[in-house]
């Protein structure tokens, strides 16, 4: 019996900033360096300085699909 082996997918991460002047927030993807609560890019409504606020990672929505396909 053969067996596929099972492809390994990994999440896409990103960073998320907010103003602390206008409260907008702002999703990115990663980059080296980003941790939470180090001040990020100006804000493109008021031009305040933005801090990250959290840093997380997401499944592309295809790959998450596939993946409940296998477990049922």
């Not at 801090?51 to 997401?58: F, H, L, Q, R, S």
């Amino acid at each position: 019996m053969w067996f596929k082996k099972k492809k390994q997918v990994s999440p896409i991460v990103y960073t998320e900033e907010i103003c602390q002047r206008c409260n907008e927030k702002k999703k990115r993807k990663f980059e080296d360096g980003d941790y939470i609560y180090k001040f990020g890019s100006n804000c493109k409504k008021c031009s305040e300085v933005t801090m990250i606020i959290a840093v997380y990672g997401e499944y592309p929505v295809e790959k998450q699909k596939e993946k409940q396909n296998y477990e049922t």
